[in-house]
Structure formats: structure tokens, C-alpha cells
């Protein structure tokens, strides 16, 4: 278990490192940064002068090496756009994204979990036949154009939700709704899956042999072995929800990560682009860890291979 | 008193092509404190006819039976809930894989205690107490250490024990056991045969044995029933059934014992040929074309199961007409 654990982390670190590489010659790739912050029209020395201010001037293993120090001591550089260091524009809308993603992901649980599962009882069954009805739908839904039908109907028709901002919880439901719908498909397919499968084993067949009442089989038993395939989507899901949010943040203009990314890229922040991509593929990283330690808690099998 | 009484029972399972008709008509009946084995080709619906003792069919299969009766209660009458209440307290089932049968998710523990506390409203104590003891039982030492295990960390012979122990947890009037001694070594098989043999006396509990092994028939059937194709081809006490077996199939099933009277271990004969197709309708005797005295008369019409001496039944034209003599027999 413990090698387990400590190759698991080592991987972890591997990929960490090889994201932020590729973020760094994404940046460098796309193009001259000192031509692009001085702006149209500067003249050649203001350019230089950029680029030695900002140490470009240097080969690039010098700069990758400097930046790479820089990021292990948690600086992720300054921002061009509003000048204050990249840090602290990111922990000041980190909270806005995590507390959308967790939302959205429990709620996409929330329905999924015993939507999947009814579904799971009677295979084409009725609840089945409606479970994936809603899961097609909400795959084949746009996520903005589900915003929109969001905010017509809860937000103006009956309005009882704010449409947009992000001063209270209330201003999170219907961005969370929208993420949920997102995710949920994923997920109700999952734990149908997973439940049929669970259902039709032979450890099942045993439970009943035993007596034991029907949602004591299904809880105890089924639904236990049906937890390791959803932790393992549920965590790429809300890596996903992480990066899908720029849509869900921007429609209603709540600051988070995905927000800032957006302003960004339309700013030619670079600094502020790099690093909430470095930030979110850094989340992805520790949830799919986590996922794979909650697994181990989960089943044995895995914690003795 | 009779613990099980089974007549007429049959099992159909919708399959792609058509129904399977997996137990054919097959009557059995078990008083308390005797042990039933039922033996006979892999197929020919052993497990089928246990699993719908307990109701615990595939989803898709029909189980149809004049009457099944277990201490005098018709099963077939009896709602999921009663049915529930019955399951691993009357009734205990020891199931044929003991690799898929646990749940790889739980504890030894918690699998074995969860049945107790279901059924005998005692607490996690109790039933703690009763696997250790039951674990202790069936051969397993340091049993305390065992309950934090998962199925996975023991061995196929280990396993079948703490599958033998679930089945007992509650005391059951009958045990359903299903090859339940393949993945033992002899000593512990023996082991394990003294301890059901111990609590079949001190309980009384009535018994089901599937087997493949002859040596296992003799070491605790006092009835046999003998499988062929779904149907009970011949059926009556094991001492009567060993010393003159009257369907030519028993025959050939027992052919590669040499001494059948006095047999402590071996395994059942292979025949050549092979076992009809359960889901077309078969016509006249199942085993006729297998069977080396089959007649004519064999395929006209289906044979039914025919009394001869000593209470035992076959399923033969032969037997009927008292061609299979004992004298016949040494002959053949
Ligand atoms: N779930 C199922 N669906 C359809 N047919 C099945 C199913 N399970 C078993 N059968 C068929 O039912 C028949 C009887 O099977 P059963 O398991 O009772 O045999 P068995 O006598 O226990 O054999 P074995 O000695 O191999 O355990 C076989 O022909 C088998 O193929
Ligand atoms: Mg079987």
C-alpha cells in the first residue's frame, strides 16, 4: 500500500512537472512576448528594453530553469494587465471556482447516483428508458444555450434567482445547475453500468441466499461496487467542470478562474493565461490522486495489489 | 418429518433461441437429520434445481412445481418478504464458487456477522462470537485474525470453509450445498464431512449435497438422486442405489469406480457422447443415444420414473421389465 501510495505521488510530480513545461514553451511558441506587451507601433528599443527587463534576452534554458525556480517558490510572475503579482489575482478567484465546481459536482451526484441506480434495477424499465433519456439530453444540450433557458425561466420568468455576480450563494445555483447538467451524463451512465453489473454478480445472488431486505443487497452490496468507476469519472468530471466553467463564468459574471482566464486571453495577459491553466491542470492532477486513494479505501483489492 | 418436499418442479430460462428447459419434473423429497445427494453431469441442472428451491432463479427463468414444501410450508405461496425471512435462517446455501460468491468488498467479518444479526436480532457481539466459534469448526485457525480479511487475501480452500461457516451461522433447518468440498484437500474435506455429519446429528438438519465424488456420496448420503439432462433418471437410498444401480446412465456414471460397495473416494465416470440440447424438446429417453441397451422402444415415448425393488426409482424401460438384475449387472 504504501509503495502504492508513493508511486501514485511520484507520477503525480511527473505529470505536475510536465505541465508546467508545456505551458512554458506554449507561451514561448506563441509568439514574442516583448512585441506583443510593448503594443503596436513601439519603437525597437522599447522592445528591447522589455525584453531585458523581463530577462527574454537569455537562452531559453536559463529562462525556463529561472521560471521553473520561480514557480517552486510560488511565484507565478506579474500580471501585464493589472500589474500586481499573478498569486494573488488567482487565490482571490480560486474560491469563486472551486465552490461552483463542488456545487455542480454534488449535484450532478445527487441526481446521478439514484437516477443511475433506479435506472440499473429494470434495465429498459421505464426509469431506465427516462434516466437516459436525461442523459442524452444533457449531452446534447450546448451549456450556454442551457444558461440561457436557466436564466430565462428561473432568473426573469419567475425570478427568483440572480442572474448575475457572485456576492451570494443564491448567485451560485443556477451556474451550478448548469455545470451539474453538464457532468451528470457522464455519470448516471457510470453508475447505471456499473449497478447492472453489480446487480447480475454472484456475491449478490449470496446476499439474498442470506435474507438480507433488498435495499440492504442494494446499498450494502451493489452499491459499494459500483463507488470505484464513479470516484474515478466524478474526479475527472470536476476537473472538467474546472476548465468548462469560462463559459458558466462568463454568462454570469461570476469571477472566477474560468472568468479570469477569459478577460485574460482577451488582454493579452500572458502571465495570467499560463498560470490558470497551470492551476487548473494542477487541480486535475491532485483529484485524479485523490480519487485513486479514496479508491483504495474503498476496495481492498486495490489497497493490497 | 419431511424438511423439503419437492414435486414436479420445473425450471425454464428464456434463452436467445428458444427455452431452456433446465429441470424437468423432478420430485425429491428430505426428512430432518438425512442428507440427499444429488449428482450427476455438469449441466444437467443441479444447481438450477437449488437455486429454485430458494427462489434465487436468473431473473428471466419460470419455476413451475405442484408442490414445493419446506417444513410443511408451500414456498410458492409465500411473498418476497417471507421468502427474505426464510433465506439464510431456515434455509442456508452453500454456493458453488466460493471465488464470486463473497463480496470482494467486505470483510470476511462483516459478510459472516451481517446474516446473524439479520435474522437473529442479537447484535454485532453475538454473531461475532458465533463465526469465530463456526470458523473454528470448519478448520480455520486463529479465526479472530480471519474476520478482518478480505476474500481476495484467501485461498479457494479457505474460502469454501467460510462459505460452509456462512451457510451455518443461523442454525438452518436445511442446508443447500453445492459441491461444497471441491476445493479441499482430503483431510479437511474429511474435516468438514464430520462437521456437517456432527451438527446434521445435534440439529437434526435436513441436507442437499451436490457432488461430483462418489467417495463423498458414500461418506454421507443416505439418499441419492442421480441427474441426466434436467430429469431425475433414478433416485432411492445409497446403499440400495450402490449395490445394484438400475439406469444404464448410473451404471455408466459409477463404471469407473471398481469397487462401488466399499468406495471412499473417486470421482464420477466420464461417457463418451454427449448431453441432448435442453432447449429442443427431447423425445422418448433422454440418454438414448449414449445408452448401450438402448431399444427401439426407447425413443417412442418419454419414460417415466418407474419403482423397483427396495423403494428405489429409475427411469428406464429396462429396470421396468426387471431386465437389470443383479446377476445381469456383474455380466455387463
Ligand atoms: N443464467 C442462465 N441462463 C441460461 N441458462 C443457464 C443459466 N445458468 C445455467 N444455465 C443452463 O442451465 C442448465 C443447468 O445448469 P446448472 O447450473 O443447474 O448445472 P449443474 O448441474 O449445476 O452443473 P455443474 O455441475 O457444472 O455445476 C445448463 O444447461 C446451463 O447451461
Ligand atoms: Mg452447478
Known amino acids: 500500500m504504501r509503495t502504492f501510495i508513493a508511486r501514485r505521488l511520484g507520477v503525480s510530480l511527473l505529470v505536475l512537472l510536465t505541465i508546467s513545461t508545456l505551458s512554458f514553451v506554449l507561451l514561448k511558441a506563441s509568439g514574442d512576448l516583448a512585441i506583443s506587451l510593448a503594443g503596436e507601433g513601439s519603437g525597437a528599443d522599447y522592445v528591447a528594453f522589455l525584453r ?124 451550478s445547475i448548469a455545470l451539474a447538467f453538464y457532468a451528470m451524463p457522464a455519470i448516471i451512465r457510470i453508475v447505471r453500468g456499473g449497478m447492472i453489473e453489480a446487480l447480475a454478480s454472484d456475491y449478490i445472488r449470496t446476499a439474498r441466499a442470506k435474507g438480507l431486505r433488498p435495499w440492504a443487497v442494494i446499498v450494502r452490496h451493489a452499491l459499494r461496487n459500483t463507488l470505484v468507476p464513479v470516484v474515478a469519472i466524478a474526479s475527472v468530471q470536476f476537473g472538467f467542470l474546472l476548465g468548462g466553467s469560462v463559459v458558466v463564468e462568463t454568462i454570469f459574471a461570476l469571477h472566477g478562474i474560468g472568468y479570469l482566464t477569459w478577460e485574460a486571453i482577451s488582454q493579452n495577459d500572458y502571465p495570467v493565461v499560463q498560470a490558470s491553466v497551470l492551476v487548473v491542470s494542477a487541480f486535475y492532477v491532485v483529484l485524479t490522486l485523490l480519487a485513486d486513494l479514496l479508491n483504495m479505501l474503498i476496495d481492498p483489492r486495490i489497497r493490497h495489489d | 418429518m419431511a424438511i423439503l418436499e419437492i414435486e414436479n418442479l420445473d425450471v425454464r430460462i428464456p434463452v436467445g433461441a428458444g427455452v431452456l428447459h433446465a429441470v424437468r419434473n423432478i420430485s425429491l423429497q428430505v426428512e430432518a437429520g438425512q442428507t440427499l445427494c444429488i449428482v450427476g453431469e455438469s449441466g444437467c441442472g443441479k444447481s438450477m434445481s437449488l437455486l429454485a428451491i430458494m427462489g434465487l432463479l436468473p431473473r428471466t427463468a419460470q419455476r413451475q412445481a405442484s408442490a414445493l414444501r419446506f417444513q410443511g410450508t408451500e414456498l410458492s405461496c409465500l411473498n418476497a418478504r417471507q421468502m427474505e425471512d426464510i433465506r439464510g435462517r431456515g434455509i442456508g446455501m452453500i454456493f458453488q464458487d466460493p471465488l464470486t460468491a463473497f463480496n470482494p468488498t467486505m470483510s470476511i467479518g462483516s459478510q459472516l456477522e451481517e446474516v446473524h444479526m439479520r435474522h437473529m436480532g442479537a447484535g454485532r457481539t453475538v454473531a461475532r462470537e458465533k463465526a469465530i466459534s463456526l470458523l473454528r469448526q470448519v478448520g480455520i485457525t486463529s479465526p479472530e485474525s480471519r474476520l478482518a480479511q478480505y476474500p481476495h487475501e484467501l485461498s479457494g480452500g479457505l474460502r469454501q470453509r467460510v462459505m460452509i461457516a456462512m451457510a451455518l451461522m443461523c442454525d438452518p433447518v436445511l442446508l443447500l450445498a453445492d459441491e461444497p468440498t471441491t476445493a479441499l484437500d482430503v483431510t479437511i474435506q474429511a474435516q468438514v464431512l464430520r462437521l456437517l455429519k456432527g451438527l446434521q446429528q445435534k440439529l437434526s438438519i435436513a441436507i442437499v449435497f451436490v457432488t461430483h465424488d462418489l467417495g463423498v456420496v458414500a461418506a454421507v448420503a443416505d439418499r441419492i438422486a442421480v441427474m441426466y439432462a434436467g430429469e431425475v433418471v433414478e433416485t432411492g437410498s445409497v446403499r440400495d442405489v450402490f449395490r445394484a444401480p438400475q439406469h444404464p446412465y448410473t451404471q455408466a456414471l459409477f463404471g469407473c469406480v471398481p469397487d462401488i460397495a466399499n468406495v471412499t473416494a473417486g470421482r464420477l465416470g466420464t461417457i463418451p457422447g454427449r448431453v441432448p440440447s435442453l432447449v429442443t424438446p427431447i423425445q422418448g429417453c433422454a440418454f438414448r443415444e449414449r445408452c448401450a441397451k438402448a431399444m427401439e422402444a426407447c425413443a417412442m415415448a418419454a419414460v417415466s420414473l418407474k419403482p423397483h425393488a427396495d423403494g428405489v426409482f429409475s427411469r428406464c424401460l429396462l429396470s421396468a421389465e426387471g431386465i437389470n438384475t443383479d446377476e445381469e449387472l456383474t455380466h455387463a
Request: hydrophobic share 55%; no cysteine.
Open chain 1, 52 to 175: 531585458k527587463t523581463y530577462g527574454w534576452d537569455r537562452p531559453i534554458l536559463v529562462q525556463y530553469a529561472d521560471w521553473l525556480w520561480r514557480l517552486l517558490r510560488g511565484d507565478l510572475g506579474t500580471s501585464f494587465y493589472y500589474g500586481s503579482p499573478v498569486l494573488e489575482i488567482i487565490a482571490e478567484r480560486l474560491p469563486v471556482t472551486l465552490k461552483l465546481g463542488a456545487f455542480a459536482i454534488f449535484m450532478a451526484l445527487g441526481v446521478a447516483f439514484p437516477l443511475g441506480s433506479l435506472a440499473a434495477l429494470r434495465p429498459d424499465g421505464w426509469m431506465d428508458r427516462v434516466a437516459m433519456f436525461i442523459a442524452m439530453v444533457g449531452q446534447a444540450t450546448p451549456i450556454f444555450w442551457f444558461s440561457f433557458v436557466l436564466i430565462l425561466i428561473l432568473g426573469l420568468n419567475l425570478a427568483v434567482l440572480p442572474i448575475s455576480g457572485g456576492g451570494t450563494t443564491a448567485h451560485f445555483v443556477m451556474p
